[in-house]
């Protein structure tokens, strides 16, 4: 599973460096983007596509890795009970990160990102994860739902988009326009994303096991610590960051 740290049963470090690279990249880009909120470097981060489709590919790699990590899981005969323990850690920082941007953000507060998509997708996930070939035209069909969605709800069923667009059931991804929220993560496209990577995790655990079991070389381990426990970093980071660029700040402040 992602965001997990055990040593109960081996582990491919492979995947756990992978996960480590997306963290980086994620550090990175939450780095700029506070700058920007501090106004000491101003980007549009809802429009610009130098960081719109950065975004798309951190995520991406993040639930393609969640994947991998179920199809492992389940190689293993990982039992419910196990995933139950981590899935309710991952709805937990969930509901710290919308109270944390409520209070950051009020009017546009985190109510459905990366951790809450996470959850309900890693759920699909586990349920679906004996499906076989199939994972592979199904994540396909999710990856193009919301565009489907969109040229129908936009068409010949616009009555329904007001309420597919509403907070109810925009957490589906099946919407006309993008809610105004700091971070949004719905179940479409990116159970698609989840689904590739779990049936890609199954072909090269069953064909191609060595290219997850190959060596991460030493000067790279520090990105299999990161991934290893990549939900505590990532809860830690921004508070991390915030309060260091604040001091910062107070810091310019009484300078002058």
Known sequence: MAFESSSASPRLVSIDALRGVAMLWMTVFHFCFDLDY????????????????QRTAIVSLFVFCAGLSQAVAQQQSLGWSRFWKRW??????????????WLMFPRSFIY??????MALMLLVARLTAGWGFWLWPLGLAAVLAPMAAQALLMGGLSQWAPLLDSRTFNWLGLVTRKPFTEDYVPLLPWL???????????????????WLTFPVPRYAMSLVVMGRWSLSYYMLHQPAM???????????AQAK
């Open 38 to 53: 501090f106004g000491w470097w101003e980007q549009d981060f809802l429009h610009d596509p130098r960081w719109t489709l």
């Open 88 to 101: 309710w850690q991952v709805v937990a920082c969930a509901a710290l990160v919308t109270l944390g941007s």
């Open 112 to 117: 459905f990102g990366i951790l809450h998509g």
């Open 192 to 210: 698609g994303v989840m689904w590739w990577g779990l049936a890609s995790g199954n072909w090269l655990l069953r064909c191609r096991r060595h």
């Open 242 to 252: 915030i309060g260091a660029m604040t001091a910062v700040a107070w810091w310019l």
